[in-house]
């Protein structure tokens, strides 16, 4: 079953890559995420 998991968390990399590379193409949700970055660094 381990296998599996370890498909679904590539899988699951997979969407939030997408997600982000969606995302960080509109200025907008950049400076969205520039402010969640940067309130999770501190």
Do not use: C
């Not at 079953?1 to 949700?29: C, K, Y």
């Amino acid at each position: 079953m381990r296998t599996v998991g370890i498909v679904a968390v590539h899988d699951a990399v997979d969407v939030i890559h997408v997600l982000l590379s969606f995302l960080m193409s509109q200025p907008e949700q950049r400076r969205f995420m520039n402010v969640v970055i940067g309130r999770s660094k501190s």
